[in-house]
């Protein structure tokens, strides 16, 4: 069974961003807040989703590369990069759609 016939989530999202810039995440890599990431609970490391703004149709791919949200109401940390194409930076959170994809070049909206 392909990730993408695994996962399809809703629920908030939130950003995180210059605190954690520089960090380890879980995959041992160094958070870069301008870099197209997440983090989620649950998902391999590393996976790939395509998170959707509910809100405004705004859609972005993301390497997840870390564990998080540690808030129980969560269902991903976004980079700040993302936040800001998905339109989550100002008002910090945003209700969003999560579908995990095959690979990173999956561009074709499902």
């Known amino acids: 069974m392909r990730i993408d016939q695994l996962l399809v989530e809703r629920g ?8 954690f810039h ?3 995440t879980a995959s041992g890599e160094l958070y870069n807040m301008y870099a197209m990431t997440a983090a989620h609970p649950t998902l391999p490391i590393p996976s790939y989703v395509r998170v959707t703004n509910l809100a405004n149709g705004r859609s972005v791919v993301l390497k997840v590369n870390d564990r998080g949200p540690f ?3 969560r ?3 976004l980079s700040y990069a ?3 194409k998905l ?14 994809i095959d690979r990173p070049d999956a561009t074709i909206p499902r």
């Open 87 to 100: 339109d989550v930076v100002a008002k910090g959170t945003a209700f969003v759609e999560i579908r995990a």
């Open 75 to 77: 269902v991903i940390d």
């Open 82 to 84: 993302a936040a800001l």
């Open 71 to 73: 808030k129980h109401n």
């Open 22 to 24: 520089g960090r380890r």
């Open 12 to 19: 908030l999202a939130s950003w995180y961003g210059r605190k």
